[in-house]
């Protein structure tokens, strides 16, 4: 009987599970052969026409970026545009436009939301593409409900600007708000040690220190000058403001009603959307499909015509993307691996077709032995063919280690640079669980066996060995920086020190080579390749399309979503998230890091 029941047991669970697999291998298939019917469906009804004159509109809710994950299923079912659009396909968009005598104006829209978290670095670039839009006489038409710095940032290009009567536009100057949890980790138990090498390397501060220090406050309020004057000499130059009136106004008052920023010369007119339509279509006419609005093609649609290759050539540049935290390993969402990208670089090395590799990098660094792994396989590619760097928003600390051999480096003027230093830290949670009860006890071999235990802090000898690892790799760090950027290691001593740089100073100390986009580093490396006009881009990696991602899923891996913005204190709360999610990223085997100050974000 006991036999039978265990049969029967066996059996039943057997039974069970084979349902649940085939269950979930069922769905999965037909998810996927449902968003492929879809997405063919979708591919086949969207045959893409551009009427004379057409206006190109940009919708200045969606974030740029350098490399879009791509669309969920649910939005691909429910027919959705994911909220972001890459920055290569925006620039080609409006440098085509420029030619194209089908498109007679640009329409930077803002009438649907602010310009979510784009960088001042990418927005200099798409701002940049504008001018010349603009100087080939053609018209550049801007409206937006509210302007933050960022909208008024880019939409100042514009020859008209135009907010809603019950509008406002922000200047009131850039700030760097960092959150301290040293005194929450006292409270708590939570022991936090730093080791470190540079005067300015305030990565760690975020965890041990109450407030910034002041060479933390010095160096950050010396970068936010620099941005903030590059921000008053665009703005002033596109709108006829002198940098000290600019000032003035952002110190008397820094917000602006709609008709206060008439007045100040801050923008053109007032008007509803309903207005700013019927003006377009006089520029336009009606759209032949809907004649309530303008004669119009989104840059989603145009981008598909400027991005489509007319020709296939043997002879490629490879563009790879290296967005985020470096980290040990294959990496994840938003982090730099170093095997993955080391892997790609080494493909790209042996690639016959690829006669020159741009290395774009958005990165504040991380893991110090991550980014020698990521330099190391730059250093043999560049022996091989040409290696341009192109930095976007940031690419700091381990963000510059992985950027320094390059036949030449490439920044925006307001990009986020240098940060040479490095630091060590270690958690250690005695007090904490002592509070509640645990304790830790150890046998050991040898007296320094237990050296990277979370059980309790550090010993003076274990302090100075850390110390002396991160001296070591500071040493090799300056060293690196001075062969491959051809400086005298005093002059990068006395550069680096943690200190971070803006795009326009790191020029001036050698850090960088010349200031400009990803469409610059792209044509330097044709140059340089000797390739003339007979070659193609291909970009790196490929994004997995929402399928791959679907079957992640049901291997066990997530994602999340923020569907809609949250109430302040929500979004501090959020902060404090993202603040302490951040460590998932310290998995270097020494707990040594190369990186900028936790999560610096501009507002």
Known sequence: MRQFLKQALASTVGSLLGLTLFSAVSIAVVSVTLGVLIQSATESNNTIKISDKSILTIDLSRSIVDINPGKTLQETIAGEANNVIELKSVLNSIDAATTDKRILAIYLDGSKGKLSNTGFATLKEVRTALERFRASGKKIIAYNIDMDKRDYYLSSVANQISINPMGSVDINGFRSETMFFKNAFDKYGIGVEVVRVGK????????????????????????????????????????????????????????????????????????????????????????????????????????????????????????????????????????????????????????????????????????????????????????????????????????????????????????????????????????????????????????????????????????????????????????????????????????????????????????????????????????????GQDWELEEYPVVEGWEEKLLKRFAGSKEVRSLQSQDPLSTELLKVKSELSSLKSFNDPRGVYVRLPFNFKLD
């Open 200 to 531: 300015y390397k305030s990565f760690g501060e975020t965890w041990s220190l109450a407030k910034f220090s002041p060479a933390a406050r010095q160096e950050t309020q010396q970068l936010l000058n620099n941005l903030w004057g590059d921000f008053k000499a665009s703005v002033g130059t596109s709108r006829q403001l002198t940098p000290d009136s600019i000032q003035k106004m952002s110190d008397d008052r820094g917000i602006f009603t709609a008709a206060q920023s008439i007045k100040n010369k801050l923008i053109d007119r007032v008007a509803y959307p309903d207005q700013i339509s019927t003006e377009l279509k006089k520029i336009s006419g009606t759209d032949e499909e809907d004649k309530t609005t303008f004669r119009h093609i989104d840059i989603d649609n145009y981008a598909e015509i400027a991005n489509k290759k007319q020709h296939n050539y043997s002879r490629k540049i490879a563009v790879i993307y290296a967005q985020g935290s470096i980290v040990s390993g294959e990496g994840g969402s938003g982090q730099i691996g170093s095997d993955s990208l080391a892997r790609q670089l080494r493909e790209l090395r042996i690639d016959k077709e690829i006669k020159a590799v741009v290395l774009r990098v958005n990165s504040p660094g991380g893991s110090a032995l991550a980014s020698d792994i990521i330099q190391r396989e730059v250093k043999l590619l560049q022996k091989e063919k040409p290696v341009v760097i192109s930095m976007g928003d940031v690419a700091a600390s381990g963000g510059y280690w992985i950027s320094t051999y390059s036949n030449k480096i490439f920044a925006e003027s307001n990009t986020i640079t240098g940060s040479i230093g490095v630091i060590g830290i270690n958690f250690n949670y005695q007090k904490l669980a002592n509070k509640n009860g645990i304790s830790w006890d150890v046998v050991k071999t040898s007296k320094l066996a237990d050296g990277n235990t979370i059980a309790r802090p550090r010993t003076p000898q274990e302090l100075a060995i850390s110390q002396q690892i991160v001296d070591d790799i500071y040493d090799d760090f300056l060293n690196k920086v001075s062969e491959s950027r051809k400086l005298p290691k005093q002059k990068v001593a006395e550069i680096a020190q943690g200190r971070v740089w803006s795009g326009t100073d790191a020029k001036k100390i050698g850090l960088v080579d010349d200031i400009g986009g990803l469409n610059d580093a792209i044509a330097y490396a044709a140059k340089t390749a000797k390739l």
